[in-house]
């Protein structure tokens, strides 16, 4: 097998081979959002130039052919999470629309006393959503604490999962952390207790090809942008029985099967959570992405990986002062650090003048960044196409701006 050719794959996005602040462009933002690949591009460039037209509207040619792409494009997504049926995959903004929809969808099961178990490493996009139908509802939204390591306790998950518990959200991966979480097991215990579960894999897909059936879970979100794909769409994956039960979460045309003033019936799935004009161009980019993903050799691009964060942490030592926050066993190639006598967002700044881009901040994790006792990190996220040049050269870098200005 032929090891994994970055360099190769560099060609793909174009947008890596430019010059940033004066010096070759190292992008290390990966964790806010990837880049695309010319595949990517150049599909949705041609659905612009010859394809398009408003979907489900077939009267037309091109209308049958827009939305024989767009349906193509849902079914590509179906693959990619191995789930049972099309009528499963829901398009969405993204990871924070599919979860307001669920949130929504699932708020005539709350009653007052329920609980909706989470856990401290949330993005807010799985905690806002949840308090919000708390709020409305009566239930309430319960913590599951993370060790100073940054992995999930399991202790503190059996203690809190119990009889009152209704809805278990979960991310499968740590955005400021890395982690992974053992989620097969956690949904199998959440379940096991009739609880619903949801996964949130905005931070898990781009490393890894979740398989939504062998999981177990009853809904599993992302969003294109960080996998490679556009901005302005994403996935929600939910089992039909259930995304049967849910109403609506919008109105308007495409959802209905029959509007009269005296009553409206709903579409069948995936079209009742599906109200107006979808984003077709993007559903269609997301679907060239994951073909272009899967012509890679997925293992080689692990391994890969896994040398990037290896060096990484290697090269901890080289910097004084450094520290990273989140050190769990099972982590993607993500790295939440600080550095003493330095404030995260001037490193970031320091950084990009040498067309460094990483990200600083509390990276919309606040509870977490409370848990540590810090204002923010500075957090370098790597995908498949960095190299381990890359890495020396933020450690370089690092290593300059300590010795300057810590
Ligand atoms: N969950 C996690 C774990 C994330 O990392 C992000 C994006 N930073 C989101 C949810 C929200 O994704 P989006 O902004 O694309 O809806």
Known sequence: QPAFDVEAVRRDFPILSQQVNGKPLVYLDNGASAQKAIAVLDAMDRYYRELHSNVHRGAHTLADRATTAFENARETVRGFLNAEST??????????????LVAN???GRLQPGDEILVSHMEHHANI??????????????????????GELDLDSFNSLLNERTRIFAITHVSNVLGTVNPIASLIEQAKAKGVLTLVDGAQAVPHYQPDVQALGCDFYVFSAHKLF?????????????????????QGGGEMIERVSFERTTWNTLPYKFEAGTPAIAEAIGLGAAIDYLGRLDRHGMEVAENALLERANQLVETVPGMEIIGTAKQKVPVMSFKIAGLHPSDVGTLLDQQGIAIRTGHHCAMPLMDFYGVP?????????????????QLFAALQKIQRLFA
């Not at 829901?90 to 979860?99: F, K, S």
């Not at 806002?128 to 390591?149: H, N």
């Not at 923010?376 to 020396?392: H, I, K, P, Q």
């Open 87 to 100: 009528r499963e995959i829901i398009w969405t903004r993204g990871t924070t629309e599919a979860i307001n």
């Open 105 to 107: 969808g699932l708020a």
């Open 128 to 149: 806002v959503p949840w308090q919000m139908i708390a709020e409305r509802t009566g239930a309430k939204v319960v913590p599951i604490q993370v060790t100073l390591e």
């Open 229 to 249: 794909g556009p901005t302005g769409i994403g996935v929600l994956y939910g089992k039909a029985p259930l995304l049967e039960e849910m109403p609506p979460y």
């Open 376 to 392: 923010g990190t500075a957090r370098a996220s790597f995908a498949f196409y960095n190299t381990l040049d890359e890495v020396e």
